[in-house]
């Protein structure tokens, strides 16, 4: 069974310009989160998404924006690239039904540089 | 809001040898999840051990095993006999219990050496 798939593995950006990372689950997990990790506030829930709803968020300004596909694929989308965005971006996914709870299994991250 | 707390940033192990790396957290929730994540340098987070909250039993997969000490808030992992593959950071993570709450809340981690 395949794992979590993150796309592209590393990026670089400059200043001001728009990114969008994509992250694949593993086949049947209808939820997707996503995470920034980086070496001064660690690791941050960015939001998740169940069925193409975004069904929680974290704190992070409205730059940050994703979404959801029928078939569960999720993308991730920063706006207006700052260099303290520069960080290891993490999706995660996770089975998740009616009084049923698993975990999260991560991707390997895309790592995003921006200059 | 919950927080999880690692107070112990670095961590050294003989090899063979067993290491307790320590983690605390604070909820007002009855139900929960607790995990250890496991991140070597390929930095993919891979999961370690999960306790329920709701179990007093301590879980345990093959040489990890954790303390749950849940009036404490505590929950410590175990490795033993130290591999030099166990290297790697180590985090806490934590929970709720609420269906449909996936968001994971970590700790800062515990980078963890094994030495040969």
């Known amino acids: 069974k395949a794992g979590v798939t993150q796309t592209p593995r590393y990026l670089i950006k400059t200043r001001g310009q728009q990114v969008t990372l994509s992250c694949s689950p593993i086949?049947?997990?209808?939820?997707v989160s996503w995470y920034q990790q980086t070496p001064g506030q660690g690791l941050q829930f960015l939001f998740e998404?169940?069925?193409?709803?975004?069904?929680n968020k974290g704190n992070f300004p409205g730059r940050f924006s994703g979404r959801q596909f029928s078939n569960s694929r999720s993308e991730m989308n920063v706006s207006t690239l700052e260099l303290g965005d520069s960080a290891l971006y993490l999706c995660?996914?996770?089975?998740?039904?009616?009084?049923?709870?698993?975990?999260?299994?991560f991707g390997q991250g895309t790592r995003l540089t921006v200059v | 809001a919950q927080t999880v707390t690692q107070s112990q940033p670095e961590m050294s192990v003989q090899e063979a040898e067993t290491v307790t790396l320590s983690c605390t957290y604070d909820?007002?929730?009855?139900?929960?999840?607790l995990f250890w994540y496991k991140q070597p340098p390929s930095r993919q987070m891979i999961l370690v051990i999960r306790?329920?909250?709701?179990?007093?039993q301590n879980a345990t997969e093959n040489r990890f095993s954790v303390n749950f000490q849940k009036a404490a808030k505590s929950f410590s992992l175990k490795i033993s006999d130290s591999q030099l593959g166990d290297a790697a950071m180590y985090f806490c993570?934590?929970?709720?219990?609420?269906?449909?709450?996936?968001?994971?809340?970590f700790g800062t981690g515990t980078r963890l050496t094994i030495i040969p």
């Open positions: 995660a996914s996770s089975y998740t039904g009616t009084g049923i709870n698993t975990e999260a299994f």
């Open positions: 086949s049947g997990h209808r939820s």
């Open positions: 998404y169940f069925s193409e709803t975004q069904r």
């Open positions: 909820t007002s929730e009855s139900d929960y999840y």
């Open positions: 306790q329920e909250a709701y179990k007093q």
């Open positions: 993570a934590y929970r709720s219990g609420n269906f449909g709450n996936e968001k994971l809340t």
